[in-house]
T-cell receptor, first 115, second 114 residues
Framework: AQSVTQPDIHITVSEGASLELRCNYS??????LFWYVQSPGQGLQLLLK??????LVQGIKGFEAEFKRSQSSFNLRKPSVHWSDAAEYFC?????????????FGKGTKLSVKP | DTGVSQDPRHKITKRGQNVTFRCDPI?????LYWYRQTLGQGPEFLTY????????KSRLLSDRFSAERPKGSFSTLEIQRTEQGDSAMYLC????????????FGQGTRLTVV
C-alpha cells in the first residue's frame, strides 16, 4: 500500500542550528515527492517538489531536500533555522508530476524553535 | 491575491444541520481537490474534479457528503446531517493538468460540530 512515514512527531531545535526532517515513502510507481509547511490554523504552503533529475532539490525559505531511491527517503534540510520556521511540516507523495493532486500525506512533524 | 480562497474560514454548527463550503481555485487551474484534516493528522484526500467532472471520490466521502463544480470554476462541498466526527479542517487545492507545478492549497475551512 502507498504510504508516507514521518518518524518524528515533534522536533525542537535552537535558532541558528541545522535541521533535518525525515520522510520515508512506500509507492509502487515512480514517486513524485513534496514537502509542505503549515502554520497554526492555516493551509499548506508548498516548500519544494521532486519529479525527476537532480536528486537534491532547492525550495523556498532556504530549504532543500534529497531524494534517495535506495532508502525510499526524501528528507528535508535547512542549514540554519530561524524562529519563523516553527510550524508543522508534511511530506507527501503523488503521481503524474503532482498535477493530479490526490496526494498521500504523512502525519507531519511539528517543529519548535528555541531562542 | 490570486491564490486558492475558501469560505467561510470557520463554521460552527449543531449536529444534524447541513453545511456548505466554497472554494475558489487559482483561475487557470483546471483541477480542484478537497481534503480533510483532523487534529494531529496529515490531510486526507476526499475527491477531485477536472473542470466540471468529478473524477475520483475517496471512500472517506460518505453519502452525506457531496461536492460540485458546476461551471468548472468554483466548487462547493456540502455535508448533510452533520455528525461530531465531521469536525475537521476542510482544505481545497488546485493544480494545472498536465503540469509539474504541484497542488496549491487554500487556508481551509475549520468545521466544528457541537
Amino acid at each position: 500500500a502507498q504510504s508516507v512515514t514521518q518518524p518524528d512527531i515533534h522536533i525542537t531545535v535552537s535558532e541558528g542550528a541545522s535541521l533535518e526532517l525525515r520522510c520515508n515513502y512506500s509507492y509502487g510507481a515512480t514517486p513524485y515527492l513534496f514537502w509542505y509547511v503549515q502554520s497554526p490554523g492555516q493551509g499548506l504552503q508548498l516548500l519544494l517538489k521532486y519529479f525527476s533529475g537532480d536528486t537534491l532539490v532547492q525550495g523556498i525559505k532556504g530549504f532543500e531536500a534529497e531524494f534517495k531511491r535506495s532508502q525510499s527517503s526524501f528528507n528535508l534540510r535547512k542549514p540554519s533555522v530561524h524562529w519563523s520556521d516553527a510550524a508543522e511540516y508534511f511530506c507527501a507523495v503523488g503521481a503524474e508530476g503532482g498535477s493530479q493532486g490526490n496526494l498521500i500525506f504523512g502525519k507531519g512533524t511539528k517543529l519548535s524553535v528555541k531562542p | 491575491d490570486t491564490g486558492v480562497s475558501q469560505d467561510p474560514r470557520h463554521k460552527i454548527t449543531k449536529r444534524g444541520q447541513n453545511v456548505t463550503f466554497r472554494c475558489d481555485p487559482i483561475s487557470e487551474h483546471n483541477r480542484l481537490y478537497w481534503y480533510r484534516q483532523t487534529l494531529g493528522q496529515g490531510p486526507e484526500f476526499l475527491t477531485y474534479f477536472q473542470n466540471e467532472a468529478q473524477l475520483e471520490k475517496s471512500r472517506l466521502l460518505s453519502d452525506r457528503f457531496s461536492a460540485e463544480r458546476p461551471k468548472g470554476s468554483f466548487s462547493t462541498l456540502e455535508i448533510q446531517r452533520t455528525e461530531q466526527g465531521d469536525s475537521a479542517m476542510y482544505l481545497c487545492a488546485s493544480s494545472l493538468y498536465p503540469g509539474l507545478g504541484g497542488a496549491f492549497f487554500g487556508q481551509g475551512t475549520r468545521l466544528t460540530v457541537v
